[in-house]
């Protein structure tokens, strides 16, 4: 059965016997987009600040909370067969929906950019390993076409069959090996007893490790539900999603703080990239850095759809437009502003998406009805708090975090504000 997520339009729901994800095809799917270059920087990012086991911790931690709120979402979408933007207008409203998906659109945007640059620069390192600095193999410009134009086709033809023809079969167990290889090599070469005795510089609250951790899980939550919704049953979507990610995520998270430490303890990219480069003669680098090219699909497709939410256009259509941009934004940007990239993207979309659950589990008990004409101002008031609340935290009081607390009190105000304002619903679904 060919099955793409373009078949059917973001505000269509997907028929049930077009429902064929069963939880081993999602755990393939976000184990494999849980493991990736760009989680393996991430990593490094925490590295300096917290040492070994303070890292360890707030990757333990954040990847677990991030998880079960990315499954829990993943569920809305096998409960509505509803693509993620889409969805939104159940709780938003049908204008109020269009705010998260401009938003969505540009973080996506942004996503893609950052795939084709990991993928552009561990590219071009091996080429002038294997070869020469001066060679073609090695030229930043060529890798960054290269992966733009393959990850642009991925998304233009929209291969969801890919999961089950070519990823679970096979392509698991290669990342599996890849991952593996890199774990025995880091335990032949280096000290961990050391590292792990060895504290971080201070330069990094716990608070802000564990919401740059938990911002990876969450950065997948405006998209999850354009593929859940092929879900067969929500607790195949729950577990295989959960389990799936959370194993990927914080596997390769934790190799990037460990490798940084011991192999790259400058920090930088390149001394990360070097590291990763000399094991095992760089296959599990290579294995990885393809395995890169499914995420920047997921980040173009994905925000295609979203732009369907907003743009009457086919998504093919949209998705080489995207992939274009994405493509030259990969060619002038630089890697520098990522972690402020992570942040940002929690302060928007963790509040968003405690309105929802809240909204989906609670106050609609999991039905999918209706979506109002307009805007449902009790949702928008609830988003604003909790994004508010999220900066004032993180600003003033970075050490607690910022991430969870404005995910649970813009819930707490969904909860309040729509039992308040549930007349007004019912009169809208009427």
């Not at 159940?90 to 705010?99: D, E, P, V």
């Not at 950065?219 to 593929?227: E, F, N, Q, R, T």
């Not at 607790?235 to 192999?263: E, Q």
């Given at each position: 059965?060919?099955?793409?997520?373009?078949?059917?339009?973001?505000?269509?729901?997907?028929?049930?016997?077009?429902?064929?994800?069963?939880?081993?095809?999602?755990?393939?799917l976000?184990?494999?987009?849980?493991?990736?270059?760009?989680v393996?920087?991430?990593?490094?990012?925490?590295?300096?600040?917290?040492?070994l086991?303070g890292?360890?911790?707030?990757?333990?931690?954040?990847?677990?909370?991030?998880?079960?709120?990315?499954?829990?979402?993943?569920?809305?979408?096998?409960?509505?067969?509803?693509?993620?933007?889409?969805a939104?207008?159940?709780?938003l409203?049908?204008?109020?929906?269009?705010l998260?998906?401009?938003?969505?659109?540009?973080?996506?945007?942004?996503?893609?950019?950052?795939?084709?640059?990991?993928?552009?620069?561990?590219?071009?390192?091996?080429?002038?390993?294997?070869?020469?600095?001066?060679?073609?193999?090695?030229?930043?410009?060529?890798?960054?076409?290269?992966?733009?134009?393959?990850?642009?086709?991925?998304?233009?033809?929209g291969?969801?069959?890919?999961?089950?023809?070519?990823?679970?079969?096979?392509?698991?167990?290669?990342?599996l090996?890849?991952?593996?290889?890199?774990t025995?090599?880091?335990?032949?070469k280096?000290?961990?007893?050391?590292?792990?005795?060895?504290?971080g510089?201070?330069?990094?609250?716990?608070?802000?490790g564990?919401?740059?951790a938990?911002?990876?899980?969450?950065?997948?939550?405006?998209?999850?539900?354009?593929?859940?919704?092929?879900?067969q049953?929500?607790?195949?979507?729950?577990?295989?999603?959960?389990?799936?990610?959370?194993?990927?995520?914080?596997?390769?998270?934790?190799l990037?703080?460990?490798?940084?430490?011991?192999?790259?303890?400058?920090?930088?990219v390149?001394a990360?990239?070097l590291a990763?480069?000399?094991?095992?003669?760089?296959?599990?680098?290579l294995?990885?850095?393809l395995?890169?090219?499914?995420?920047?699909?997921?980040?173009?497709?994905?925000?295609?759809?979203?732009?369907?939410?907003?743009?009457?256009?086919?998504?093919?259509?949209?998705?080489?437009?995207?992939?274009?941009?994405?493509?030259l934004?990969?060619?002038?940007?630089?890697?520098?502003?990522?972690?402020?990239?992570?942040l940002?993207?929690?302060?928007?979309?963790?509040?968003?998406?405690?309105?929802?659950?809240?909204?989906?589990?609670?106050?609609?008990?999991?039905?999918?009805?209706?979506?109002?004409?307009?805007?449902?101002?009790?949702?928008?008031?609830?988003?604003?708090?909790?994004v508010?609340?999220?900066?004032?935290?993180?600003?003033f009081?970075?050490?607690?975090?910022?991430t969870?607390?404005?995910?649970?009190?813009?819930?707490?105000?969904?909860?309040?504000?729509?039992?308040?304002?549930?007349?007004?619903?019912?009169?809208?679904?009427?």
């Amino acid at each position: 059965m060919n099955i793409t997520s373009s078949t059917y339009s973001p505000d269509l729901a997907v028929p049930a016997e077009r429902r064929v994800f069963g939880a081993r095809d999602l755990f393939s799917l976000w184990f494999s987009l849980g493991i990736g270059l760009m989680v393996l920087q991430t990593g490094a990012l925490l590295a300096p600040g917290l040492g070994l086991a303070g890292a360890l911790l707030a990757i333990l931690l954040g990847t677990a909370v991030g998880v079960l709120l990315l499954a829990a979402v993943g569920v809305i979408g096998s409960d509505t067969g509803l693509a993620s933007m889409a969805a939104l207008k159940l709780s938003l409203g049908t204008r109020g929906a269009s705010l998260p998906a401009l938003l969505n659109l540009l973080q996506l945007v942004g996503w893609g950019a950052f795939e084709i640059i990991v993928m552009r620069d561990a590219a071009s390192l091996l080429g002038g390993r294997a070869f020469s600095e001066g060679s073609l193999l090695a030229s930043p410009l060529l890798w960054t076409l290269f992966f733009g134009a393959l990850a642009t086709l991925l998304a233009v033809s929209g291969p969801l069959a890919f999961v089950r023809k070519i990823l679970r079969k096979w392509g698991i167990w290669l990342l599996l090996a890849a991952c593996l290889w890199l774990t025995w090599n880091l335990f032949a070469k280096a000290d961990l007893a050391a590292l792990w005795a060895q504290a971080g510089d201070g330069s990094m609250p716990l608070g802000v490790g564990f919401d740059i951790a938990i911002a990876m899980p969450l950065s997948w939550l405006p998209l999850i539900a354009d593929y859940s919704r092929f879900g067969q049953r929500a607790r195949h979507v729950f577990g295989g999603t959960a389990l799936g990610f959370f194993i990927g995520n914080l596997w390769l998270m934790s190799l990037g703080v460990a490798y940084t430490l011991a192999f790259a303890p400058s920090g930088e990219v390149n001394a990360l990239l070097l590291a990763l480069a000399g094991a095992g003669l760089g296959i599990p680098l290579l294995l990885i850095l393809l395995d890169e090219s499914e995420n920047a699909f997921a980040d173009i497709h994905s925000a295609a759809v979203s732009s369907g939410i907003l743009l009457r256009l086919k998504v093919e259509h949209l998705a080489l437009a995207i992939g274009l941009l994405c493509t030259l934004i990969a060619c002038l940007a630089p890697l520098a502003q990522y972690q402020n990239f992570l942040l940002l993207i929690g302060s928007v979309f963790a509040p968003l998406f405690g309105v929802v659950l809240v909204d989906h589990f609670i106050l609609r008990k999991r039905r999918a009805q209706g979506a109002a004409v307009g805007l449902r101002w009790p949702a928008l008031l609830a988003w604003l708090g909790g994004v508010s609340t999220y900066h004032l935290l993180a600003n003033f009081y970075p050490d607690v975090g910022a991430t969870l607390p404005s995910l649970v009190l813009a819930g707490l105000l969904q909860g309040l504000l729509g039992r308040a304002f549930s007349g007004d619903r019912e009169t809208a679904r009427a």
